[in-house]
Nanobody, 122 residues
């Protein structure tokens, strides 16, 4: 079992940066792939990024590739999402998720954090 808590969201101007953190608890944290999703008002939950249990492999949605980077530190039970060159379209609630694979669909993940709001102003 894994419990997840996101933090680091806030208000930032377009072109700026934020770093989100997802703190995990549970003795099996390092066995799970981790992912980030986001959901804007009136829209479906959207895949952002995923990282393998070891951190060796990552993949990103086309909309964030080249701007966002996900990483993990298993010793600290934490996964990160570094967001650069933020756009107004990045405004959403960002969720951290844990699962056995590295898929891009929400149903593939078993555990979810509560979400953290990211707002990008122009």
């Amino acid at each position: 079992q894994v419990q997840l808590v996101e933090s680091g969201g806030g208000l930032v101007q377009a072109g700026g940066s934020l770093r989100l953190s997802c703190a995990a608890s549970g003795r099996t944290f390092s066995s799970y792939a981790m992912a980030w999703f986001r959901q804007a008002p009136g829209k479906e939950r959207e895949f952002v990024a995923a990282i393998s249990w070891s951190g060796a492999r990552t993949f990103y949605s086309d909309s964030v590739k080249g701007r966002f980077t996900t990483s993990r530190d298993n010793a600290k039970n934490t996964v990160y999402l570094q967001m650069n060159s933020l756009k107004a379209a990045d405004t959403a609630v960002y969720y951290c998720a844990a699962g056995r694979g590295m898929g891009d669909r929400p149903y593939e993940y078993d555990y979810w954090g509560q979400g953290t709001q990211v707002t990008v102003s122009s």
